[in-house]
C-alpha cells in the first residue's frame, strides 16, 4: 500500500464506528455531480465511461466538492458508476444523452448466459479504478476520507437483465420468477466480483466503502429476503476475510443502502454492516426505534428535492431530521435519501451543508 497523508478529519470513520462525536458527519450521494459547473469543465467532451477511466480527470472532480464547499464535507467519494462489474463481467454500456446507461445485449434467457465472465479478473479488468483512488487519496492529502463504493448484486442483476432503468422491472422479474436458479448462480458471481472489488479499492486507498443497492425497492420482502439479503450479508462476511489476505489490518467501514425497502431496516441492522444509509420514506425517530440501541450508524436522509425549496424551509428541515436521529452526537452521519438531481443550485447546497453544521453542533 502508498504510504498516504496523516488524516486530519476523520469524523465520519468515528461516527460508523460508533464514537461519540462533537458533530454528526456530513456527506451527500452525488455530490461530485452535474450540479457543480466545475465538473463539466473537467469532463469536457468525454464520455462518460471514459472520464472515469481518467484517473487524473475522476480524481480532479471527486475532490471538486471537497473544495467547493471548503470545510464543509467530512468524506469524498471517488468518481466512478456502480456499472463497472457487469463491465468486468463482460457486458457492453453505452452513456446515452438524456437516457442514462444502456446494455448493448441485456440478458433475455438463460442460453445468453455464455457471454457472461463469471470469474473476472478484477485487479486486472478495473485497474484504471484502483489507479484513481490511489491518486485521490495522494491529491486530498488527508483532508477527509475517501469512500470507494460498489453497485449490489441484485441492483446489478436489474441493469444486466432491464438493460437500463426501468419502470415495469418485467426481464429481471421473468428470471427471478421464471429462472431462479440461473439467477442465483448469477447474483453469486456478481456478489464475488463485488468483494474483490471492494477489497481492491481499500488496497488501492479507500478508507470507507458503501454497497448501493438502488433497486432494492422493487422487491417485495420475500424476495428481498431471497435475491437480495443473501448476498449483501455475504459481502459483510467475506470481505474482511479477503482483506486480511491482501494484508489489510485496520478495520474498514461498510455501509448497506437498500433504496425503497423500508420494511428490511431490522434485518439489514443484522447484516454485518456498520452503517445503515436510509432514503426519505423513513421518520428518522421511526429508524431509531427499529434499531433499537444496537450497534448500528443510521445514514440519511434528508429528500435531495427539499434543495429546490427556500432557504427557509431547507433549515427547517434540517433541524428536524437531525432533532429525529438523536440530535446526531452518536450513530449518526448526515446524507440525503438518495443523489444530488443535475438541475441543483450549488448555493442551495452550500445553504444545506452550513444548516447541518450550525444544528448538528448545537
Known amino acids: 500500500?502508498?504510504?498516504f497523508a496523516p488524516l486530519k478529519n476523520d469524523l465520519i470513520l468515528r461516527a460508523a464506528k460508533g464514537e461519540k462525536v462533537e458533530r454528526p458527519p456530513i456527506w451527500i450521494m452525488r455530490q461530485a455531480g452535474r450540479y457543480l459547473p466545475e465538473y463539466h469543465v473537467a469532463k469536457g467532451n468525454?464520455?462518460?465511461f471514459e472520464t472515469c477511466r481518467d484517473a487524473e480527470i475522476a480524481s480532479e472532480i471527486t475532490i471538486q466538492?471537497?473544495?467547493h464547499f471548503n470545510g464543509l464535507i467530512d468524506a469524498a467519494i471517488i468518481f466512478s458508476d456502480i456499472l463497472v462489474i457487469p463491465q468486468a463481467m463482460g457486458f457492453e454500456i453505452e452513456m446515452i444523452e438524456g437516457k442514462g446507461p444502456v446494455f448493448v445485449s441485456p440478458l433475455r434467457d438463460p442460453q445468453d448466459l455464455s457471454r457472461v465472465i463469471y470469474k473476472p479478473d478484477i485487479k486486472k479488468s478495473l485497474d484504471w479504478a484502483f489507479k484513481s483512488i490511489t491518486l485521490?487519496?495522494?491529491k486530498l492529502q488527508g483532508r477527509v476520507p475517501l469512500l470507494g463504493f460498489v453497485g449490489a448484486p441484485w441492483t446489478l442483476l436489474v441493469y444486466m437483465t432491464e438493460g437500463q432503468g426501468s419502470k415495469m422491472f418485467r426481464f429481471v422479474k421473468e428470471w427471478i420468477y421464471k429462472y431462479e436458479k440461473e439467477t442465483h448462480e448469477l447474483l453469486q458471481a456478481i456478489t464475488d466480483a463485488c468483494i474483490e472489488f471492494l477489497a481492491q479499492q481499500v488496497v488501492a486507498g479507500a478508507?470507507?466503502?458503501q454497497v448501493f443497492d438502488s433497486w432494492a425497492g422493487e422487491l417485495g420482502p420475500n424476495e428481498f429476503n431471497e435475491f437480495s439479503l443473501?448476498?449483501?450479508?455475504?459481502?459483510?462476511?467475506?470481505?474482511p476475510k479477503r482483506l486480511e489476505e491482501l494484508n489489510v489490518k485496520e478495520k474498514i467501514p461498510l455501509t448497506v443502502f437498500a433504496k425503497?425497502?423500508?420494511?428490511?431496516l431490522d434485518d439489514l441492522c443484522e447484516s454485518g454492516y456498520d452503517t445503515v444509509s436510509l432514503d426519505w420514506l423513513y421518520k428518522p425517530e421511526d429508524a431509531?426505534?427499529?434499531v433499537n440501541g444496537r450497534r448500528i450508524t443510521l445514514q440519511g436522509n434528508l429528500d435531495p428535492g427539499i434543495i429546490y425549496g427556500s432557504d427557509e424551509v431547507i433549515s427547517k428541515k434540517v433541524k428536524t431530521m437531525i432533532k429525529g436521529f438523536g440530535g446526531g452526537k452518536q450513530n449518526y452521519i448526515i446524507n440525503f435519501g438518495h443523489g444530488t438531481h443535475p438541475f441543483m443550485k450549488p448555493e442551495k447546497i452550500e445553504h444545506f451543508l452550513k444548516e447541518c453544521h450550525k444544528y448538528g453542533s448545537q
Open 207 to 209: 478508507q470507507m466503502l
Open 1 to 3: 500500500m502508498s504510504e
Open 230 to 239: 443473501p448476498y449483501l450479508k455475504q459481502i459483510a462476511e467475506k470481505l
Open 136 to 138: 485521490t487519496r495522494h
Open 46 to 48: 468525454r464520455d462518460f
Open 288 to 290: 431509531v426505534k427499529i
Open 260 to 264: 425503497g425497502a423500508w420494511y428490511a
Open 65 to 67: 466538492p471537497i473544495e
